[in-house]
């Protein structure tokens, strides 16, 4: 049996969102992941080209034309607990830190639930390494195959966010 296949849930997504840590770290991801998202009512293509609108939202569902900032918060809501769910059945040890979880549903809203289930991060979070985990974060600060300044700051933000939880 595989690592990921040894992982499992320890409640479900709805249990979960009864819990304070859970709403706990919801709430801490969505102010990290918006203004580093940004928001554009239309919308564009990202900086590796992939069509993108609100804050962050891709997906073939984005329609060409004006959203409205309603439009917007209700996609973001529903992205993050989109991301939520499976960083949670990854790294199931994050239910009870909040702060930690933030940083990871932001990292895995960024870069994906599959590079995030799969990454150093996870691993470290997983042996209860919470500052290694945190400072993991930091690797994933290219697009493109390269180096991103914004990438860089967003990264630090959420370590800097993610090390409250580990006690730094």
Not at 96 to 121: D, H, K, Q
């Amino acid at each position: 049996m595989t690592m990921n296949e040894q992982k499992k849930p320890i409640a479900t997504t709805k249990q979960l969102a009864a819990g304070g840590s859970f709403a706990a770290a919801i709430a801490l991801a969505a102010a990290i992941i918006a203004p580093w998202e940004g928001k554009r009512n239309d919308p564009y293509l990202d900086i590796v080209r992939i069509n993108t609108v609100c804050y962050g939202h891709t997906g073939s569902d984005i329609q060409k034309r004006r959203y409205s900032d309603a439009e917007c918060k209700a996609i973001l809501e529903k992205d993050i607990y989109k991301h939520a769910a499976p960083v949670f059945k990854c790294t199931p040890s994050l239910i009870n830190r909040p702060y930690e979880a933030a940083a990871a549903i932001s990292l895995a809203f960024n870069v994906g639930t599959g590079a995030y289930c799969r990454s150093t991060a996870d691993r470290r979070f997983d042996a209860g390494d919470w500052k290694g985990g945190c400072q993991a974060i930091g690797r994933f600060n290219m697009a493109g195959g390269r180096v991103v300044k914004g990438l860089v700051n967003r990264r630090n933000a959420e370590i800097k966010i993610c090390m409250k939880g580990a006690g730094a």
